[in-house]
């Protein structure tokens, strides 16, 4: 297994929490801090179209990311973020998070406000969790299912 990340508002963040893990250089191959929108294009194939219809802090844009990792690091999983990690010039808190492989993308939206740095670090934080619930999934279809039959 191999995985790579993607990252916007957490400047790198995620990346950094991945390589902080004891044995991290057997699957993480690299990531990409794409803060500006001609990066997130150039190098992480997110279609300009996209960002002018959806907007650079959206669920598509995330999931693209995610895709775009995966194609440029050649990994088979990603990890990604995009969003204002707090309030400016009329935008509210938005970060979106997004996980899984080039053919199966998932996301969340977190729109609490903490603060900028809390902000970045729940981000963080969640995205690494979701992606550990994914690989538990998809390892063990069946895990959690005794939890919902209940």
């Given at each position: 297994m191999t995985?790579s990340t993607?990252?916007?508002?957490?400047?790198?963040r995620?990346?950094?929490?991945?390589t902080?893990?004891?044995?991290a250089?057997r699957?993480?191959?690299?990531?990409?801090?794409a803060?500006q929108?001609?990066?997130?294009?150039?190098?992480?194939g997110?279609?300009?179209?996209?960002?002018?219809?959806?907007?650079v802090?959206?669920?598509?844009v995330?999931?693209q990311?995610?895709?775009?990792?995966?194609?440029?690091?050649?990994?088979?999983y990603a990890?990604?973020?995009t969003?204002?990690?707090e309030a400016?010039?009329g935008h509210?808190?938005?970060i979106?998070v997004?996980?899984?492989s080039?053919?199966?993308?998932?996301?969340m939206?977190?729109?609490e406000?903490?603060?900028?740095?809390?902000?970045?670090?729940i981000?963080?934080?969640c995205v690494?969790e979701?992606?550990?619930k994914?690989l538990?999934?998809?390892?063990d279809?069946l895990?959690?299912?005794?939890?919902?039959?209940?």
């Amino acid at each position: 297994m191999t995985v790579s990340t993607a990252e916007s508002c957490t400047g790198g963040r995620i990346a950094a929490a991945i390589t902080a893990q004891s044995g991290a250089s057997r699957y993480f191959e690299g990531g990409v801090v794409a803060y500006q929108n001609e990066v997130k294009e150039r190098m992480l194939g997110v279609p300009a179209e996209m960002i002018a219809r959806y907007g650079v802090v959206s669920r598509e844009v995330a999931e693209q990311m995610v895709k775009g990792a995966c194609r440029l690091f050649h990994t088979d999983y990603a990890l990604a973020s995009t969003g204002y990690a707090e309030a400016w010039e009329g935008h509210e808190v938005e970060i979106w998070v997004a996980w899984g492989s080039e053919n199966d993308v998932h996301s969340m939206c977190l729109r609490e406000d903490f603060g900028r740095v809390k902000n970045v670090e729940i981000a963080t934080k969640c995205v690494m969790e979701e992606f550990e619930k994914y690989l538990r999934v998809i390892r063990d279809p069946l895990v959690g299912l005794e939890n919902s039959l209940a």
